[in-house]
């Protein structure tokens, strides 16, 4: 070895790494080395696809848990880790974020940006977040209370933080942020809350802001931020801007580098009923479309909207996947989507020329997208008779946030996927306009299960509601390839390899690999607790390790009520991290609490129903529909007589605000607090009569694997 490149060698073993943690670059971005996890999506064409083989179909069966990592919180998490260097960056609920040695688990740092807990209310769908980006020595999160933070990779100290939405009103960051040409990009939520969409690119080394792209027009009168803007503006009509608009960039981004494109995904409408959004009409640009920018400035070039005139929450904030694909004779350069709207787009990322779409689930709310103007169909009215009626997908979407992946090999887009209606009616008498929190316009009432109907009608329309699969989903045929049922809806993000494996968790809290090709079980191991986060693979020293944060939580561990009764949540999020050879047991689940005894049910029915529909609109977003929790958010059924001793103080008065609790007083009276207090009485005298009865167990039979998880869950 000549002497120079022995010194320069040596002078890199000694200060290289130490001076340099998690050195990502535009190339290592780009272009991963196979043990690798560099980037949110693995690379910027995020495809969540690894080159590793040695964990393959014939050697999966011996794969097991190498190592765990327990997180202090028992808060929803969805992070997908990065891993350069030898070491591991995670986050996990309330942004707090983890180094941890990739090989054996141990804790490098931690860093807990102390995000007020009353936060929590400001957020729709947990105290999530999804993860860090990693560039040349710095480690990028952004915070539930809306701060982009650059760390130093090698101890965790702040080198900067910037606040990047304006504190006063309900923004939030649970998205991981990406890095373009030396810019932090990020974007922020709050679409059910009356805000407006904007991305925000930041210099890496500065903290200073580059540029800020809005997705929706404010106030004419104050002028258009940008040409985009002047334009879009002419799809709106009324007053919109004093209702925000929505349109926000909370999670999607991916990167082109030959392009020089960034694309992003933008939300749904705010408020959700477009009629009080934009009472004349029109398309609402950009709500719910993908938009290509200039990652040097920000500069509009297309964009795709997939729900023109969104009135359903169907955001296009979904993963984003590039790829290039043979389509009829010729390799094209596409971007592909699974909005929540129900139908898989196939784009010309270089254009944003329509390709194809087709529905992957039950979907009522268009018949088709037509093919020569690449607009939806819609479907008639969601009203018969004047009443709503279930529109599907529903608002949790035919596809959330969890990362679906692509297997360039197998050609299969294997998406987590959900089938479900919801009933849509405008709640234009409800306060929802004027509340400084929930702003959707959007009776939650009509959606709940009715009150005082037979329990056999109960169960039978619980069997209905929501179906849950895992689709490989071919892009070029525009068809289903192979679909695994799940017991339970709301499953975990997916992760592709190249040893022709598929790996997900789901809501009952399994860890699964099924066959690239057929969808066969291939392996699974308990996590003890329900997997929304998305797992990835890397390798250290020739070895392969596969990852995935488990902690049940997000929007519909809030929301969904009843239909969370099988996977309660409960117990503190978990890392796992397994390798072949290994037999590693992850930490335990949760025991049930007993479920005190209510108070007596005295009130009148008028009061119960009353009560019911205060409960819908103001309450189950969070504490679940028809009262019942979710593992994630006080069960209000399971309330002890000291809070219910008190339970106007909590609920009108707020004295629980600084812990996520808010006081309702500026939409709810003194009476309507009681009346709501009586319906979670009845609702919990009913939970206790039906275990008591042993009834319980026909709420909950179902399947199998549903009984199994519940089992599994009482026993730990
Ligand atoms: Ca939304």
Request: net charge negative; glycine share 10%; proline share 7%.
């Amino acid at each position: 070895m000549p002497r120079t490149v022995f010194a320069t060698a040596l002078c890199a073993l000694l200060i290289g790494p130490a001076a340099l943690a998690a050195a990502v670059d535009a190339e290592r971005a780009a272009e991963p080395a196979p043990g690798d996890w560099p980037a949110h999506g693995r690379s910027y064409a995020e495809q969540r696809h690894s080159p590793l083989d040695a964990v393959n179909r014939d050697t999966v069966e011996r794969l097991g848990l190498a190592w765990s990592f327990e997180l202090p919180t028992r808060r929803g998490q969805e992070a997908t880790p990065i891993v350069v260097d030898g070491v591991l960056y995670v986050t996990g609920s309330w942004s707090m974020v983890f180094a941890l040695d990739a090989a054996t688990g141990a804790l490098k740092w931690q860093y807990d940006p102390g995000v007020p807990r009353r936060t929590g209310s400001k957020a729709c769908c947990d105290a999530v977040n999804r993860g860090v980006a990693v560039w040349q020595g710095q480690v990028f999160v952004g915070t539930l209370d809306g701060r982009l933070v650059a760390l130093d990779a090698a101890d965790g100290s702040v080198n900067w933080s910037q606040q990047t939405v304006p504190t006063d009103q309900a923004y939030t960051i649970t998205g991981a942020p990406r890095v373009v040409k030396d810019r932090v990009i990020i974007g922020n939520g709050g679409g059910e809350y009356g805000v407006r969409g904007y991305v925000s690119a930041y210099d890496v080394a500065t903290g200073d802001l580059a540029w800020r792209f809005h997705t929706v027009p404010g106030n004419p009168d104050a002028g258009f931020e940008s040409d985009a803007m002047a334009r879009a503006a002419n799809t709106w009509s009324g007053e919109w801007w004093r209702l925000g608009g929505g349109g926000t960039v909370w999670d999607s981004m991916a990167y082109d580098p030959e392009l020089d494109l960034l694309y992003v995904g933008v939300g749904n409408g705010s408020p959700w009923q477009r009629e009080m959004r934009s009472p004349g009409g029109g398309d609402n640009l950009f709500l719910s479309s993908i938009v290509a920018l200039r990652p040097d400035t920000g500069a509009y070039v297309w964009h795709y909207q997939t729900t023109p005139a969104d009135t359903w929450d169907y955001t296009a904030t979904q993963h984003m996947i590039l790829a290039d694909l043979e389509i009829e004779g010729r390799t094209r350069k596409v971007i592909m989507q699974a909005p929540k709207n129900g139908f898989f787009y196939v784009l010309d990322r270089e254009t944003g020329a329509f390709i194809s779409a087709e529905p992957f689930v039950n979907v009522t709310w268009a018949s088709h997208v037509d093919p020569e103007t690449g607009r939806p169909v819609e479907a008639e009215p969601v009203y018969v008779d004047g009443q709503p009626v279930p529109t599907a997908p529903s608002p949790l979407g035919a596809h959330n946030w969890m990362p679906m992946a692509w297997n360039p090999d197998a050609g299969l887009v294997y998406i987590p996927a959900m089938d479900a209606p919801f009933t849509h009616a405008s709640a234009a008498a409800d306060p929802d306009l004027d509340d400084p929190l929930w702003r959707t316009g959007t009776d939650f009432a009509a959606a709940a299960t009715p009150l005082f109907i037979a329990p056999a009608v109960e169960e039978a329309l619980a069997e209905t509601l929501v179906s849950a699969h895992l689709l490989a989903w071919d892009p070029v045929a525009q068809k289903a390839a192979w679909r695994v049922q799940h017991a339970h809806p709301w499953n975990g993000g997916v992760l592709s390899t190249a040893g022709g494996l598929v790996f997900q968790g789901d809501a009952t809290g399994h860890f699964s690999a099924y066959d690239a090709n057929s969808g066969r079980l291939m392996w699974q191991r308990p996590a003890n607790t329900g997997v929304v986060a998305a797992p990835m693979t890397y390798a250290i020293d020739g070895r392969q390790f596969v990852a995935v944060l488990a902690g049940w939580g997000g929007s519909m561990a809030l929301n969904g009520g009843r239909l969370n009764d099988t996977v309660k949540g409960g117990a503190n999020g978990r890392l796992l991290v397994y390798a072949l050879d290994e037999a590693g047991e992850p930490p335990p689940g949760v025991v049930m609490a007993e479920m005190p005894q209510p108070p007596r049910n005295t009130a009148l029915d008028d009061d119960i129903r009353a009560g019911f529909g205060h409960y819908a609109r103001s309450c189950s977003v969070c504490h679940g529909m028809n009262v019942a929790g979710g593992g994630v958010i006080p069960d209000l059924r399971y309330l002890s007589r000291e809070k219910h001793a008190i339970f106007d103080r909590i609920v009108y008065d707020g004295v629980l605000t600084e812990a996520g609790m808010p006081g309702f007083s500026h939409r709810l009276t003194p009476e309507q607090v009681e009346q709501i207090r009586a319906y979670v009485i009845y609702e919990a005298n009913r939970e206790w009569r039906r275990r008591d009865d042993s009834g319980w167990w026909r709420a909950v039979k179902n399947t199998a694997s549903r009984a199994t998880a519940w089992a599994l869950l009482q026993l730990q």
